[in-house]
């Protein structure tokens, strides 16, 4: 499912909220001829929650999107998502790592029914439980910020001795919960 964001910024581009499972079908219709390019009422369906599925869809459907609205591709569009240098911060939407105390635990949530918490362990955050294969248990991240509906973005992670570099997840839903404890 997309997050709350790049719903509203379809609903903006098509000119009408998407509430219904037969919205999809004009969208697609839009879609189609914007983009030249076919995409399905089912696949709109499921992408705006209507139709529940486990998959994550395909980064084809998610270029379709993406050009829908603008963006050369999926991956351009999740960088003019990139809320780095945000400066104003509401606790439960947004989170800095300077916000966390030594020994406090973060735990994030999105979909797929995916999952990792993260404890900061004096200047470092570690990976003490996950079920995102991105990521593994004591995997060493940083972060810059945590925001609900927006992709959580580790600039680099440790693995080992090893820099795997920077890891990108939650990056269809966005994020979806922010807890402390």
């Known amino acids: 499912m997309l997050s709350k964001i790049i719903k509203e910024r379809i609903a903006e581009r098509f000119g009408r909220e998407i509430h219904y499972p037969k919205d999809c079908h004009a969208l697609a219709e839009h ?5 030249k390019t076919k995409i399905s009422p089912s696949t709109l369906q ?3 929650g209507f139709v529940k599925g486990i998959r994550e869809p395909r980064l084809y459907t998610l270029d379709i999107a993406a050009r829908y ?21 509401k606790i439960i939407e ?6 966390v105390k030594n020994g406090e635990t973060i735990h994030v949530i999105y979909e797929p029914a995916k999952q990792v918490s ?5 200047s470092a955050f570690t990976v003490v439980e996950t079920n995102d294969k991105k990521l593994q248990l004591n995997d060493e991240v ?3 910020l945590i925001e609900l509906h927006y992709p959580l ?3 680099q ?3 080992g001795d090893k820099n795997i570099g920077r890891v990108q997840v939650a990056t269809v839903s966005g994020v979806t919960e922010i807890k402390k404890g």
């Open 157 to 159: 992670v440790i693995r």
């Open 118 to 122: 993260i404890k900061r362990k004096g």
């Open 153 to 155: 973005t580790f600039q």
């Open 142 to 144: 940083e972060f810059s």
């Open 94 to 99: 947004k989170l800095k790592p300077q916000q």
């Open 31 to 35: 879609i189609s001829q914007t983009c």
């Open 69 to 89: 609205l603008g963006m050369r591709n999926w991956n351009h569009l999740l960088s003019t998502l990139d809320k780095t240098g945000e400066e104003t911060i």
């Open 46 to 48: 499921r992408l705006f």
